[in-house]
């Protein structure tokens, strides 16, 4: 497995992480000992790179003890990001945040503890919270990272302005963002903001939640609490579109003998040397599948074929519109 540099401060990946979110929440129910499994069989892989946050366990800390508990024999050699700003006391779960300087502590506290850890290797802010200046969050992750708790600083779900006030703070290393061949969104106005100040990219849902995965189906087929039973692109018209493009991926990625999922990240990490995705997975075969993507070399041609694919996307939005308004995209 081939690694890569997040931002100027000496943090280097895998080429491909693992998103541990859906072992918990979002993607129906789960089973701990499978998402342990999951995540020994990445790091056999040369997997080093592993995701989780404060709200994939709920309130309970259980998304960041799996994650603990999983790499408790070789914990030294992997980088393990998670993530502040909920609010877990909200209702309904997930509608409130919080990046106070005092939440940001309790949390940073909280996270050493269920991950079994004296250090978190990056930690990002997971939301913007409009009643805290960004100075302030980025001061605070920087007296973490001078007391020794935290290594990195990282951003989640913010736009190009909030991005340069954090970072002339504290160093960015890298930010979190959803990006994938199926979501384009960031490329216009974020991307080169990045790369004017050397700030690495770790896009998640890579493989569109699932729909790159090759095993898509309606949304009202999947059960309760999965997120794709009300994600736009699910749904009517834009499933129709995603899913004939989707089949066309497929085909193009069968002629040269990978899966849609592999050829979704080849892509990925087409885009440049700063880009280091996350998959998520429940499945030891599945992570196995997709490392294989690291070693893919896509050509000019390939990549024309899947612009002409899905020139600008998927159709449907990724989020609802009541979230939108707290994901800052200026």
């Not at 491909?16 to 020994?40: K, Q």
């Not at 920087?142 to 006030?165: C, H």
């Not at 899966?259 to 599945?286: F, K, M």
């Amino acid at each position: 497995m081939q690694h890569r540099p997040l931002g100027q401060q000496g943090l280097r990946v895998s080429a491909l992480g693992l998103g541990v979110m859906g072992m918990t929440m979002a993607y129906g129910p789960s089973n701990e000992d499978e998402g342990i499994a999951t995540i020994r069989r990445a790091h056999e892989l040369g997997i080093d790179f592993f995701d989780t946050a404060e709200l994939y366990g709920q309130g309970t800390g259980s998304n960041e003890v799996l994650l603990g508990k999983a790499v408790r024999g070789f914990r030294d050699d992997v980088v393990l990001a998670t993530k502040f700003g909920f609010d877990m006391t909200a209702e309904p779960f997930g509608s409130g945040v919080d990046s106070r300087p005092e939440n940001i502590r309790k949390v940073a506290e909280n996270s050493l503890r269920y991950l079994g850890t004296d250090r978190i290797d990056l930690f990002y802010q997971h939301i913007s919270d409009p009643d805290v200046p960004v100075e302030e969050v980025a001061g605070t992750v920087g007296e973490l990272i001078a007391e020794g708790k935290v290594k990195y600083f990282g951003l989640s779900n913010v736009g190009p302005q909030y991005i340069r006030r954090a970072h002339a703070v504290t160093p960015v290393a890298a930010l979190q963002s959803e990006y994938s061949v199926f979501e384009r969104e960031l490329e216009e106005k974020i991307l080169p903001v990045l790369r004017e100040l050397g700030i690495g990219l770790v896009p998640y849902a890579p493989l569109g939640r699932g729909f790159l995965s090759g095993a898509v189906k309606p949304a009202s087929e999947y059960p309760e609490g999965d997120m794709r039973r009300w994600d736009e692109r699910w749904q009517g018209e834009n499933y129709t579109y995603n899913l004939r493009a989707t089949e066309q991926l497929k085909e193009f990625a069968t002629a040269k003998g990978l899966t849609v999922a592999q050829l979704a990240l080849a892509w990925l990490l087409a885009q440049g040397e700063d880009i280091a995705p996350i998959p998520g997975t429940r499945s030891p075969e599945r992570v196995a599948e997709n490392a294989h993507a690291a070693d893919v070399r896509l050509t000019e041609a390939d990549l024309t074929r899947i612009a002409e694919i899905l020139p600008q996307g998927s159709a449907g939005s990724r989020l609802p519109a009541a979230l939108m308004p707290n994901f800052i995209t200026d």
